[in-house]
């Protein structure tokens, strides 16, 4: 990001994105508290929707008004019809989108508390991942995008082939490194000379620099989007904070943006409404406060609203 040109500035219904992650099945469980194993007893509520981090960006940037392509696998077992429905809803391309034969579509389990807090139980079968062969197959997409949104709901390889095809593309890579990878070794093999903009949260910042073999003394929360960007190489990054805000590194220096006080209801794709919103107004050539105030707002108004998906706010 930092050796392209000044980008100028533009309509978000002018930009175009490819969001290559998980789309999924979500199962939400509201609940006054996580259950003990053993344990039987009535939630508030259950439900299903579709969901997943990209599926959640996606329809994030596509309410913001970007042209959306979404890249991934789900299977043949009637979820997929769910699933492809609710982008076709949002208006976003799936024709880079593969459903895999006599496969199960990935489920997430999601426990929303009283107060808003969230855990999350997940599995991605390897027969329903995105593959690099999936990546590589919707490179016509890519070659058209501003920007390609990569979480890491998939394996390594495939992060690694979506982050260094999107570069040779001349998109722009942003890269939302959640959830933490199970193996923080590897890491390192990813091209992170060709990411523009890492966006994970405080956890996911520590998983890195642990990966790198770089946290055997303590972080403060201050400096880590400081020390990844020393660490990588990358040109913007972003510590989302919860609560207190986020702190963004970028030429040298870290400034902190306060988070926008709601009353949370549910915090499930908080993260992601923010790291859509911020790629739509960078790319659209919104200066750097602007494109996080923005973001934050975003995030602010996903809380206040129970689902995923559903959650992601509109343009206006």
Request: aromatic share 6%; with cysteine; hydrophobic share 45%.
């Amino acid at each position: 990001m930092a050796d392209r040109p000044e980008t100028t500035s533009r309509d978000l219904d002018e930009t175009h994105f490819v969001v290559v992650g998980a789309y999924v099945a979500d199962c939400f469980v509201t609940a006054p508290r996580l259950p003990q194993w053993g344990e039987v007893y009535e939630a508030r509520s259950i439900r299903t929707s579709s969901g997943g981090k990209g599926l959640n960006q996606a329809v994030a940037l596509a309410r913001l008004g970007a042209h959306v392509c979404a890249v991934g696998a789900v299977g043949d077992d009637g979820l997929e019809r769910d699933i492809v429905s609710a982008l076709a809803r949002e208006g976003i391309e799936t024709g880079f989108f593969v459903t895999q034969e006599k496969a199960a579509t990935s489920i997430c389990i999601c426990f929303a508390g009283d107060n808003g807090q969230t855990s999350f139980v997940w599995h991605i079968d390897e027969d329903v991942t995105v593959t690099p062969e999936i990546v590589r197959g919707a490179e016509p997409a890519l070659r058209q995008a501003d920007a390609v949104l990569i979480t890491f709901e998939a394996p390594v390889s495939t992060i690694r082939e979506a982050i260094a095809l999107a570069h040779r593309c001349d998109a722009r890579v942003f890269l939302n490194p959640a959830p933490a990878l199970a193996d923080p070794t590897v890491i390192a093999a990813l091209p992170w000379r060709n990411v523009d903009v890492l966006v994970p949260n405080e956890a996911e910042a520590r998983a890195i620099l642990e990966g790198l073999g770089v946290s055997r003394q303590p972080v403060k929360i201050d400096d880590l989007a400081g020390a990844l960007a020393s660490e990588l190489g990358v040109p913007l990054v972003i510590v989302t904070l919860g609560e207190s805000g986020c702190a963004v590194h970028c030429h040298g220096v870290t400034r902190r943006y306060p988070a926008q006080q709601t009353a949370p209801v549910d915090t499930t794709g908080a993260s992601d409404a923010f790291t859509a919103t911020l790629a739509a107004h960078l790319v659209a050539g919104r200066p750097e406060t602007a494109a996080v105030e923005a973001a934050t707002t975003a995030a602010a108004m996903s809380i206040a609203r129970r689902g995923g998906h559903e959650s992601m706010p509109f343009q206006d």
